[in-house]
Protein backbone atom coordinates (compact mmCIF):
# COMPACT_ATOMS: atom_id res chain seq x y z
CA UNK A 1 0.00 0.00 0.00
CA UNK A 2 1.48 3.33 -0.45
CA UNK A 3 2.26 5.77 2.03
CA UNK A 4 -0.19 7.71 3.10
CA UNK A 5 -0.39 11.07 5.36
CA UNK A 6 0.53 10.16 8.95
CA UNK A 7 0.87 7.18 8.60
CA UNK A 8 4.62 5.01 9.02
CA UNK A 9 6.69 3.61 5.84
CA UNK A 10 7.68 0.29 5.59
CA UNK A 11 8.27 -1.87 8.29
CA UNK A 12 11.38 -3.56 10.28
CA UNK A 13 12.63 -7.05 10.11
CA UNK A 14 14.71 -9.45 9.08
CA UNK A 15 17.01 -8.79 5.46
CA UNK A 16 15.22 -11.42 2.84
CA UNK A 17 17.29 -13.96 1.98
CA UNK A 18 16.63 -12.98 -2.06
CA UNK A 19 17.75 -9.49 -1.45
CA UNK A 20 19.88 -8.13 -4.66
CA UNK A 21 22.70 -5.87 -3.58
CA UNK A 22 22.58 -2.79 -6.24
CA UNK A 23 25.32 -0.14 -6.48
CA UNK A 24 23.25 2.46 -8.16
CA UNK A 25 20.76 3.46 -10.12
CA UNK A 26 21.34 2.33 -13.36
CA UNK A 27 22.50 -0.77 -11.98
CA UNK A 28 18.48 -0.86 -10.17
CA UNK A 29 17.03 0.21 -13.55
CA UNK A 30 18.24 -2.87 -15.21
CA UNK A 31 17.06 -5.25 -12.58
CA UNK A 32 13.83 -3.92 -12.85
CA UNK A 33 13.94 -3.91 -16.71
CA UNK A 34 14.98 -7.55 -16.57
CA UNK A 35 12.19 -9.04 -13.77
CA UNK A 36 9.28 -6.88 -15.90
CA UNK A 37 10.14 -8.62 -19.12
CA UNK A 38 10.50 -11.69 -17.69
CA UNK A 39 7.68 -11.20 -15.86
CA UNK A 40 9.04 -11.62 -12.16
CA UNK A 41 8.82 -10.61 -8.91
CA UNK A 42 11.10 -7.44 -8.31
CA UNK A 43 13.21 -8.72 -6.00
CA UNK A 44 14.36 -6.97 -2.38
CA UNK A 45 17.22 -4.51 -3.21
CA UNK A 46 19.87 -3.06 -0.87
CA UNK A 47 20.53 0.29 -2.89
CA UNK A 48 24.65 1.37 -2.46
CA UNK A 49 24.25 4.75 -4.02
CA UNK A 50 22.30 6.52 -6.64
CA UNK A 51 19.36 9.00 -6.62
CA UNK A 52 17.12 6.81 -5.38
CA UNK A 53 19.40 5.62 -2.33
CA UNK A 54 19.46 9.45 -1.82
CA UNK A 55 16.05 9.65 -1.35
CA UNK A 56 15.71 6.92 0.92
CA UNK A 57 18.42 8.54 3.42
CA UNK A 58 21.84 7.02 1.98
CA UNK A 59 22.39 5.48 4.92
CA UNK A 60 25.27 3.11 4.57
CA UNK A 61 23.90 -0.70 4.68
CA UNK A 62 27.09 -2.57 5.44
CA UNK A 63 26.35 -2.55 8.81
CA UNK A 64 23.00 -3.50 8.91
CA UNK A 65 22.96 -6.47 6.33
CA UNK A 66 23.14 -9.38 9.05
CA UNK A 67 20.42 -7.89 11.12
CA UNK A 68 16.98 -6.38 10.95
CA UNK A 69 16.49 -3.35 8.41
CA UNK A 70 13.70 -1.11 7.36
CA UNK A 71 11.60 -2.82 4.84
CA UNK A 72 10.10 0.20 2.62
CA UNK A 73 8.07 -0.64 -0.70
CA UNK A 74 8.62 1.35 -3.58
CA UNK A 75 7.04 2.14 -6.82
CA UNK A 76 8.22 2.28 -10.18
CA UNK A 77 6.72 3.91 -13.29
CA UNK A 78 6.00 2.74 -16.83
CA UNK A 79 6.68 4.27 -19.74
CA UNK A 80 5.67 3.83 -23.16
CA UNK A 81 6.90 5.65 -25.90
CA UNK A 82 6.66 4.58 -29.97
CA UNK A 83 5.53 1.33 -29.39
CA UNK A 84 8.42 0.43 -26.58
CA UNK A 85 8.24 -0.16 -23.62
CA UNK A 86 10.90 0.41 -20.33
CA UNK A 87 10.81 1.32 -16.41
CA UNK A 88 11.82 3.53 -14.12
CA UNK A 89 12.54 3.49 -10.32
CA UNK A 90 14.18 7.50 -9.76
CA UNK A 91 13.76 9.68 -12.88
CA UNK A 92 13.32 10.01 -16.58
CA UNK A 93 15.00 12.99 -18.19
CA UNK A 94 13.49 14.08 -21.35
CA UNK A 95 15.86 17.05 -23.20
CA UNK A 96 17.69 18.70 -25.84
CA UNK A 97 19.98 20.67 -24.03
CA UNK A 98 19.56 22.48 -20.89
CA UNK A 99 20.20 25.83 -22.26
CA UNK A 100 17.24 25.80 -24.92
CA UNK A 101 14.10 24.09 -25.59
CA UNK A 102 11.53 22.10 -23.42
CA UNK A 103 12.90 19.85 -20.65
CA UNK A 104 10.91 17.64 -18.87
CA UNK A 105 11.72 15.38 -15.53
CA UNK A 106 9.80 12.54 -14.38
CA UNK A 107 10.49 12.03 -10.53
CA UNK A 108 10.18 9.01 -8.91
CA UNK A 109 12.99 9.87 -6.67
CA UNK A 110 13.82 13.76 -5.55
CA UNK A 111 17.14 14.41 -6.83
CA UNK A 112 19.21 13.94 -10.34
CA UNK A 113 22.53 14.01 -9.48
CA UNK A 114 23.11 17.29 -6.90
CA UNK A 115 20.04 18.90 -8.22
CA UNK A 116 16.61 19.15 -5.77
CA UNK A 117 14.41 18.39 -8.55
CA UNK A 118 11.05 17.49 -7.12
CA UNK A 119 11.47 18.67 -3.81
CA UNK A 120 8.29 17.27 -3.12
CA UNK A 121 8.46 13.58 -4.37
CA UNK A 122 7.60 10.64 -2.87
CA UNK A 123 9.26 7.29 -4.28
CA UNK A 124 6.07 5.68 -2.54
CA UNK A 125 3.32 8.29 -2.79
CA UNK A 126 1.61 6.66 -6.07
CA UNK A 127 2.39 9.32 -7.84
CA UNK A 128 5.04 10.74 -10.66
CA UNK A 129 6.10 14.46 -9.91
CA UNK A 130 6.37 16.01 -13.69
CA UNK A 131 8.83 19.09 -13.26
CA UNK A 132 7.86 20.46 -17.07
CA UNK A 133 10.48 23.76 -18.45
CA UNK A 134 8.69 25.50 -20.92
CA UNK A 135 10.71 25.96 -24.10
CA UNK A 136 10.58 29.82 -23.74
CA UNK A 137 12.63 30.01 -20.73
CA UNK A 138 15.16 32.57 -21.40
CA UNK A 139 19.28 31.34 -21.12
CA UNK A 140 19.78 33.95 -18.32
CA UNK A 141 16.35 32.49 -16.42
CA UNK A 142 17.39 29.03 -17.02
CA UNK A 143 21.47 30.09 -15.45
CA UNK A 144 19.88 31.47 -12.76
CA UNK A 145 17.73 28.54 -12.09
CA UNK A 146 20.70 26.23 -12.08
CA UNK A 147 22.03 27.67 -9.31
CA UNK A 148 19.71 27.63 -7.52
CA UNK A 149 18.39 23.82 -8.28
CA UNK A 150 20.70 22.11 -6.21
CA UNK A 151 18.46 23.61 -3.17
CA UNK A 152 15.21 22.56 -4.82
CA UNK A 153 14.79 26.63 -4.66
CA UNK A 154 14.21 27.02 -8.62
CA UNK A 155 10.34 26.45 -7.85
CA UNK A 156 8.12 28.06 -7.91
CA UNK A 157 9.07 29.93 -11.44
CA UNK A 158 6.59 31.45 -14.42
CA UNK A 159 8.49 29.20 -16.77
CA UNK A 160 8.76 25.38 -14.58
CA UNK A 161 5.41 24.17 -13.50
CA UNK A 162 5.15 21.41 -11.65
CA UNK A 163 1.90 18.38 -11.17
CA UNK A 164 1.47 15.05 -9.99
CA UNK A 165 0.01 12.15 -12.02
CA UNK A 166 -0.66 8.59 -11.65
CA UNK A 167 -1.38 8.51 -15.19
CA UNK A 168 -0.25 10.85 -18.19
CA UNK A 169 0.35 11.57 -21.57
CA UNK A 170 3.20 13.84 -22.80
CA UNK A 171 4.19 14.95 -25.89
CA UNK A 172 6.73 17.33 -27.44
CA UNK A 173 6.97 19.28 -30.52
CA UNK A 174 9.57 17.42 -31.61
CA UNK A 175 11.20 13.96 -30.38
CA UNK A 176 13.73 14.59 -27.50
CA UNK A 177 16.75 12.63 -25.86
CA UNK A 178 15.38 10.68 -23.43
CA UNK A 179 17.12 9.08 -20.53
CA UNK A 180 15.55 6.43 -17.48
CA UNK A 181 17.23 6.21 -14.59
CA UNK A 182 20.58 7.54 -15.94
CA UNK A 183 20.66 5.11 -18.59
CA UNK A 184 19.97 6.37 -22.33
CA UNK A 185 16.72 5.01 -23.86
CA UNK A 186 16.65 6.95 -27.22
CA UNK A 187 14.02 9.75 -28.27
CA UNK A 188 10.22 10.35 -28.86
CA UNK A 189 7.62 12.70 -29.25
CA UNK A 190 5.32 11.31 -27.23
CA UNK A 191 5.69 9.16 -23.90
CA UNK A 192 3.11 7.71 -21.74
CA UNK A 193 4.07 7.21 -18.01
CA UNK A 194 2.31 4.86 -15.59
CA UNK A 195 2.86 4.64 -11.81
CA UNK A 196 3.28 0.70 -11.28
CA UNK A 197 2.69 0.99 -6.61
CA UNK A 198 4.61 -1.16 -4.12
CA UNK A 199 6.53 -2.37 -6.79
CA UNK A 200 9.44 -3.88 -5.05
CA UNK A 201 11.18 -3.24 -1.22
CA UNK A 202 13.98 -1.24 -0.52
CA UNK A 203 15.87 -2.50 2.51
CA UNK A 204 18.12 0.40 4.55
Given at each position: MTIRKGDE?????ALPADAVVVPDDAALHELVNASRRDGTDIPPVVLH??????ALGGTPPGDRLGGRVALLPI?????????RTAWFAAHLLARGSWWRGRVVGAMNAQHRGTWDVAPRSHPNDG?????DVAASMTPRDRWRASRRIDQGTHVPHPSISVRQATETTISFDAPLQL??????WGSAATITLTVEPDAFLACV
Open positions: WGTVGGGDLHRDVVRVDADGRVDIVWLDGVP
